[in-house]
């Protein structure tokens, strides 16, 4: 009997080494065989991968695809087929919809209003707000991946939700209940009352151009909110997640953590390493993002903390605006948030390229830390047999532009809008089928709500 899908051929990747001479068989959306070449001589597919490499399938675990309820900047199909397109497999979406996603309730309307869109597997974070604390028990039973608290009052009213972030007092207590869990918890984080004061300040002297929102927006907003948080998890016994650090001050506190075996991980993102505030200069409000993107010295010290594993997942924080939202004069009155879900993979494949990571590196950041840190291991983030059949294959040799308009979300708003990369993901395969080739997405919307195995 014929397998269903070998891919032959190809370099595979794992987050330790590289290496060529063996195939892989699929089986209903399975790993069933991983054998030398010309093991599988019959099959009903094959994907030749000669001169490609075989990368488990790129996890991203913060996307915002802002349904239900904000289906104007982006839906379900549009932003998954936005990963598809850009090699990713499997996302993570985050709470702030319509109605935020802080209840069982909330969660089901949830799954039923995106079902049949997904395009790659996803998981979903639930949300902690000051009214919302007891849900976690009943959110984790519910197969929610991870939580989410704000510590700053991110964007409530466009987010629709009356609730404010917890205070201190709530953040330690749901910290001592997602422990219970199991289940990882991350923070947005910035100390509100930090940013509250200097942006007032420098909105009374009149600032209204992009750096100011950097300026609005310091380093030690951000370094004091990860050290609170570090305090309380660590008191509290539970497993914490830094979601888009974006400073030196950051990758020291998450450093020192570490060294003290404290459960705790960090993320960082392309803007973050490709780019400093100056660039505002130059793209003005379309790259207002919360934390900002800051200097060099910051973005230097992010590298370094991917090299040396105090960073521990690439994510993108996908957040995408209508253009008239993004698009301002006033800096105050801009969005924050830029998609980027589909430009990741080119943009860190050129940065591999350039040797600031090795293809393993790149593995293990973007596919089996995120699953191992989110409970997906080994069923994502590995190729080995037993394992889903997710795969981002890829061509190093490739060169591309990353143009706006092309983009699958129905933003087109992006900083890289015409740059060039090298290494291009040329399929992606979510379990055993083939959902994007050569840049086209091929598949109807098949993807399925990934729940964790604690």
Known sequence: MAIELVIKN??????????????????????VAIRKQGSFPEAKEVIDAEGKYILPGIIDVHVHFREPGFTYKEDFETGSMGAAAGGVTTVFDMPNNKPYIATVEALEQKLESIQHKAYVDFGLIAAVTANSIHEIPALAKAGINAFKIFMADVGRTEFATPEAPPDDGGIWKAFQLVA??????????????????????????????PLAHVEGRPSVAEAEAIARA?????????????????????????KAAKAKGLPISAEVGPLYLHLTCSYMNKVGSILKMNPPVRYWEDGEALWQGLADGTIDIIATDHSPHAQDEKIQENIWEAKAGLGGVETCVPLMLTQVNAGRLSLSDYVKRASEYPSRLFHLYP????????????????????????????????SKVTPFDGWKVKGMPVYTIVRGKVVMKDGKVTDKPQGEFIKPVI
């Open 230 to 254: 570090i305090l309380f998890a660590a008191e509290a016994g539970c497993k914490l997640h830094i979601y888009h650090m974006s400073s030196k001050e950051g990758v020291q506190l998450v």
């Open 379 to 410: 069923r994502k983030g590995t190729i080995q047999v037993g394992s889903d059949a997710d795969f981002t294959i890829v061509e190093m040799e490739k060169e591309g532009v990353i143009s706006s308009n092309k983009l699958h979300s129905k």
């Open 180 to 209: 219970e869990t199991g289940l990882r918890i991350g923070v947005h984080a910035e100390n509100n009352s930090i940013v509250d004061y200097i942006s007032a300040e420098l909105k009374k002297a009149g600032r209204t151009d």
């Open 10 to 31: 190809g370099k595979i990747v794992t987050s330790q080494v590289e290496y060529e001479g063996d195939d892989i068989a699929i089986e209903k959306g399975k790993i």
